[in-house]
Nanobody, 122 residues
């Protein structure tokens, strides 16, 4: 059973940067599509970015494109989301997710972490 654990959230000022991470301490993630989602207070959870397991191809939401970078390090079994030029509206709980399906579809994720809070202050 995949058990995802996020880390790296915190408080950052508008325009700052932050990197969040996700890992599974027991099971390899190397053959799974990985993604990041976020949920702001009072809003639905939304897709942020995804990365394929072969070729490390990526997909981004319009709000993330150009500011966020998703990456994965298979030897350390870790997924990353580097967030630059953060805005107040990026404040949300960020969730790591995994699935066996294609990275090109934004749904169908089977496994979820517990989330990590990212707060951007003005």
């Amino acid at each position: 059973q995949v058990q995802l654990v996020e880390s790296g959230g915190g408080l950052v000022q508008d325009g700052g940067s932050l990197r969040v991470s996700c890992t599974d301490r027991e099971r390899s993630l190397s053959l799974l599509t990985m993604g990041w989602f976020r949920q702001a207070p009072g809003k639905e959870r939304e897709f942020v970015a995804a990365i394929s397991w072969i070729g490390h191809n990526t997909l981004y939401s319009d709000s993330a494109k150009g500011r966020f970078t998703i990456s994965r390090d298979d030897p350390s079994n870790t997924l990353f989301l580097q967030m630059n030029s953060l805005k107040v509206e990026d404040t949300a709980v960020y969730y790591c997710a995994a699935k066996k399906g294609t990275f090109q579809e934004r749904d169908g994720y089977e496994y979820w972490g517990q989330g990590t809070q990212v707060t951007v202050s003005s």
